[in-house]
């Protein structure tokens, strides 16, 4: 004998629940579409209704993670996280690993967030926040690392020489740069950074 089922009331048979959203998920694509407006536009042009439309949510929803407008940019101008992933190989390795890291992010996710540092002259008073973010969260941190005499100089230095190559890569747009495998810039590229991280 069978038995029928009747669905809860209120509910039809083919009534399906609406798919969660992935928290972390949104809260980097916000993140992105921060970074992507304030590489382009004054930080003071910016309404939470662009960054909005670019990480395809609500306004409401970034309030709802973020706070205000200032909270959400005051972790878009921290570089921690950025000089987490960049700085994440022994000193001998690091070299390659921050040129290779670097170019992985312009190819994979069309930009690298450490390149945010270049656009600092746009930004006003809020470029002065930029600029003394990445000196401490990058440079800084980098010297750390480093062994032997003028560690925060050759910290800068070999900092410097990756923002050249990312600018030409990811900005210029190097039309051979852009020609030529990742690995093989790689392998001529991460010996000129790298020579100022080991004495």
């Given at each position: 004998m069978?038995?029928?089922t009747?669905?809860?009331?209120?509910?039809?048979?083919?009534?399906?629940p609406?798919?969660?959203r992935?928290a972390?998920?949104?809260?980097?694509?916000?993140?992105?579409?921060?970074?992507?407006?304030?590489?382009?536009?004054?930080?003071?042009?910016?309404?939470?209704k662009?960054?909005?439309?670019?990480?395809?949510?609500?306004?409401?929803?970034?309030?709802?993670?973020?706070?205000?407008?200032?909270?959400?940019?005051?972790?878009?101008?921290?570089f921690?996280?950025?000089?987490?992933?960049?700085?994440?190989?022994?000193?001998?390795d690091?070299?390659r690993?921050?040129v290779?890291?670097l170019l992985?992010?312009?190819?994979?996710?069309?930009?690298?967030?450490?390149?945010?540092?270049?656009?600092?002259p746009?930004?006003?008073?809020?470029?002065?926040?930029l600029r003394?973010n990445?000196?401490?969260?990058?440079?800084?941190?980098?010297?750390?690392?480093?062994?032997?005499?003028?560690?925060?100089?050759?910290?800068?230095l070999?900092?410097?020489?990756?923002?050249?190559?990312?600018?030409?890569?990811?900005?210029?747009?190097?039309?051979?740069l852009r020609?030529?495998?990742?690995?093989?810039?790689?392998e001529?590229?991460?010996?000129?950074?790298?020579?100022?991280l080991?004495?």
């Amino acid at each position: 004998m069978s038995t029928v089922t009747t669905p809860h009331p209120g509910l039809t048979a083919s009534a399906t629940p609406a798919p969660r959203r992935d928290a972390e998920a949104t809260k980097a694509a916000i993140l992105r579409a921060a970074r992507y407006l304030l590489a382009r536009h004054a930080h003071a042009d910016i309404t939470l209704k662009a960054v909005a439309e670019r990480a395809g949510v609500s306004a409401p929803l970034i309030l709802k993670y973020f706070g205000n407008k200032d909270a959400l940019f005051a972790r878009v101008m921290s570089f921690d996280s950025d000089a987490d992933a960049l700085l994440d190989a022994p000193l001998a390795d690091l070299g390659r690993h921050m040129v290779s890291h670097l170019l992985e992010g312009q190819t994979q996710r069309g930009a690298d967030p450490v390149l945010r540092i270049v656009f600092a002259p746009l930004q006003g008073e809020q470029g002065d926040i930029l600029r003394a973010n990445f000196r401490t969260q990058v440079s800084d941190r980098l010297a750390e690392r480093l062994t032997g005499p003028d560690a925060g100089l050759r910290a800068e230095l070999a900092v410097s020489i990756l923002l050249g190559l990312g600018v030409m890569y990811g900005i210029a747009r190097g039309t051979h740069l852009r020609a030529t495998p990742i690995e093989d810039i790689v392998e001529r590229y991460a010996p000129a950074v790298q020579a100022h991280l080991t004495p």
